[in-house]
């Protein structure tokens, strides 16, 4: 693994990681606390942020993990836990503290769902209605009409290829969705005109991208993920042998998909000034520029869902 898949691993999966090493701190704490009153109260923390990070289900199952360590050493060194005289208060005291655990961990995860699926909802409505907007820009268009859903379905496609996450997912689904979504203010005379461009009318029509960005910014933290992904989706991709820009300026992974999704469907559909590409030399010319102007891994992943799609004709 090298230097930049161990990056995408940590940040993949790094509100798993965070609680695990909470829980091994709690854990740990366990061996070397003698309160016992303390020790319960610390388990709270990583069944806390499970919960608020992941969910109600992880939540919940980090407060089992945290109920059978705590058992695991009661059964080891009983004198720590139990005393001699109040056994029967220990035991109910370890009772109550498990049942409020777990409580806890499905109070929280129940919130944090209800939030999730609020903003999931609002982001829908967003989504929609740029969707019928952009819809509407392609009408004008026959040579462009579904480019959009044609990108946004490949873009979803490839991520889950690449075996990202479902939150991933959907941001790369909404991004290759709406990535053209700055055209709405740039002049369809300019956007229909089949060749010949001028230089202020190839810089006018350069200007989307940024003007998408701005489009999506409006709309608040909904689309916040979106938004860089939009941004740098028509950036050249470079190898970290040739990259000479600064970490915080590469290109965002999901970028890197819709780039392809988005250059696969321009090739293969016909032009005013060209006729489309057969999809087998579109696959070859985003082969050849793997590694320059394309992300190899993501080529890689295309490849893979091309050919579960030419399986399944």
Do not use: C
Request: aromatic share 10%; hydrophobic share 50%; no cysteine.
């Amino acid at each position: 693994m090298n230097v930049e898949e161990f990056k995408q691993f940590i940040l993949k999966y790094f509100e798993k990681i965070l609680v695990g090493h909470i829980l091994l701190i709690a854990f740990f704490g366990t061996y070397f606390i003698e309160e016992k009153s303390i020790i319960l109260n610390f388990y709270y923390l990583p069944v806390l942020v499970a919960s608020y990070l992941l969910g109600r289900r992880m939540g919940l199952l980090t407060a089992v993990l945290s109920i059978l360590a705590v058992l695991l050493f009661a059964l080891i060194f009983p004198e720590r836990f139990f005393g001699s005289r109040q056994i029967l208060h220990d035991y109910a005291l370890l009772s109550s503290w498990a049942g409020f655990l777990i409580l806890a961990s499905i109070v929280v995860g129940t919130l944090y769902e209800l939030s999730e699926r609020r903003m999931l909802d609002l982001r829908k409505a967003y989504i929609g209605i740029l969707e019928i907007l952009s819809k509407y820009l392609e009408s004008t268009d026959r040579y462009t009409k579904g480019h959009s859903l044609r990108v946004s379905e490949l873009s979803q496609e490839i991520a889950i290829a690449m075996g990202l996450q479902k939150v991933e997912v959907e941001n790369i689904r909404a991004a290759g969705l709406l990535h053209d979504i700055g055209k709405i203010e740039i002049s369809g005379e300019v956007l229909r005109k089949a060749a010949d461009l001028s230089p202020e009318e190839r810089a006018l029509i350069d200007t989307h991208v940024a003007k998408g960005g701005n489009i999506l910014s409006s709309v608040g933290a909904v689309l916040k993920e979106v938004v860089p992904i939009v941004l740098a989706h028509h950036k050249y991709f470079m190898s970290d042998f040739k990259a000479k820009a600064d970490e915080k300026t590469k290109i965002p992974l999901g970028a890197r998909i819709v780039a392809v999704a988005d250059s696969f469907d321009a090739m293969v559909t016909d032009r005013p000034y060209r006729k489309g590409m057969p999809p087998w030399e579109a696959l070859e010319e985003l082969t050849a520029k793997a590694g320059t102007q394309f992300d190899p891994h993501v080529v890689e992943a295309f490849k893979r869902v091309i050919a579960e799609k030419m399986e399944k004709v």
